[in-house]
């Protein structure tokens, strides 16, 4: 639950910061930078981010590589019955690939990290043959704000690995932890797109968006809510209109843990077909995705409507941080639906998006817009108005909650 209570407290952290917007708007950076400084030292910082990781090497030499959006304090030492490294770690979220490259004749068999007692995280090594750790280091990066472990291992002797083994610390039990942990829900928050006066794209069957996106919402809440571990909720369950603000708002009172914004758009070029996954981004990864996103906040002008406005750049400021934080795992979570839907469901071209849309805005709060299809294309059309291809993708999507959420609370055992 690491990553869970992590993002719980940035909530509360913002709400705190709020309140200190006047005073903040007379507040230089570089004492913004102070305070984070005295916020370090008191030992009150925001946990690093471990957001890629490598090993290479060969039979002979291996070195494990791990990069971090901030400095840590890091402790290597090997440990032996079944041989391997442990490196210690801060409290440490980890967004990493579940499956890690590993060469074949490597001194490494085997790559886990996760969460051993509060506060302290934990990077293991299973070794294939005795080693010794000829060097390990953290060294910051020329590129913006990243921080690189580097463990360097060498091929050694029984007996020089048994002279160099210390013995294990025993920290409280990860076990109970996860156990522990695992009895909060995460709330996952599911916006059906559009609603009321706002019909959104139509197809040439005379298709709505709004009913296919309330539709499968409904079927993903049901769906999720058999899981004692997930709290679904809607942003509407029923066919009325909303603000755009609205359903950011409604998104964070709920203290959502992951927000899925569902939609079914259309497409001058009516060739174009298949699901499309976005994050957020101000420029946008292409000119379709530039396009729906300018379209998709501008919904508020149906009703009439002001344009939701943005907030100043004092508070960009203050959540910074957090926004950094919420997109590695937005982009975490959208590639885990790409994989999940790949086998059954018709994916764009280039499925992995991203564009400016208001909707995943919410800063502490990590957010897709899930396109099922486009209405404009006939084939993707018929598919979006049947239950069973329906019940499919609701099912792949599921799965992907699952395994996003279970990589990121899974402990070291």
């Given amino acids: 639950m690491i990553v869970l209570n992590r993002i719980r407290a940035v909530k509360t952290g913002l709400r705190a910061a709020a309140l200190a917007v006047g005073v903040l708007c007379f507040t230089t950076l570089g004492q913004i930078n102070g305070a984070k400084a005295a916020e370090t030292r008191a030992g009150n910082a925001i946990p690093p981010i ?125 076990l109970n932890e996860n156990k522990s942990a695992s009895k909060k829900q995460y709330v996952i928050v599911i ?102 996103a300018n379209s998709q906040n501008r919904t508020d002008l149906i009703a009439g409507l002001s344009l939701p406005e943005e907030k100043p750049d004092v508070s960009n400021i203050l959540i910074d941080m957090t926004r950094r934080e919420t997109k590695v795992f937005s982009e975490r979570f959208a590639s885990v639906v790409v994989r999940a839907l790949k086998d059954d469901i018709k994916l764009i071209k280039n499925p992995l998006r991203s564009a400016d849309f208001y909707v995943l805005k919410a800063p502490e709060i990590p957010s897709i817009l899930l396109e099922l299809g486009y209405l404009s294309n006939r084939r993707d059309e018929a598919l979006m108005r049947s239950d069973e291809w329906q019940s499919i993708a609701v099912h792949n999507v599921y799965d992907a909650i699952r395994e996003f959420f279970d990589v990121r609370v899974g402990t070291l055992q």
Avoid: C, W
């Fill in 50 to 174: 471990a957001f890629a990781a490598r090993v290479i090497g060969d039979s002979s030499r291996a070195r494990l590589i791990v990069d971090f959006d901030q400095d840590v304090f890091q402790e290597t030492y090997l440990l032996d019955n079944p041989k391997r490294i442990v490196v210690d770690l801060p409290e440490t979220v980890f967004s990493l690939d579940g499956e890690l490259k590993r060469l074949p004749k490597s001194l490494v068999s085997n790559l886990r990290y996760g969460t051993i007692a509060d506060g302290r995280s934990r990077i293991v090594l299973e070794l294939a043959q005795p080693v010794l750790i000829e060097n390990h280091r953290v060294k910051e990066l020329s590129d913006d704000n990243r921080f690189r472990l580097i463990v360097d291992l060498v091929k050694a002797t029984q007996e020089q690995f048994s002279s160099s083994v210390r013995p294990p610390v025993r920290p409280k039990s990860a």
């Fill in 191 to 292: 916006d059906p797109g559009h609603g009321g006066i706002d019909g959104g794209a139509s197809g040439s069957q005379k298709t709505r968006e709004k009913e296919i996106t309330l539709s499968f919402a409904k079927k993903l809440k049901a769906l999720l809510a058999s899981n004692k571990l997930f709290k679904p909720l809607l942003t509407r369950d029923g066919d009325e209109f909303m603000r755009l603000t609205e359903r950011v708002e409604k998104a964070r009172k709920y203290k959502a843990d992951l927000l899925i914004s569902v939609h079914a758009d259309s497409l001058r070029q009516k060739d174009i077909r298949g699901a499309t996954i976005y994050t957020l981004s101000k420029k946008g990864s292409d000119e379709i995705s530039r396009t729906l």
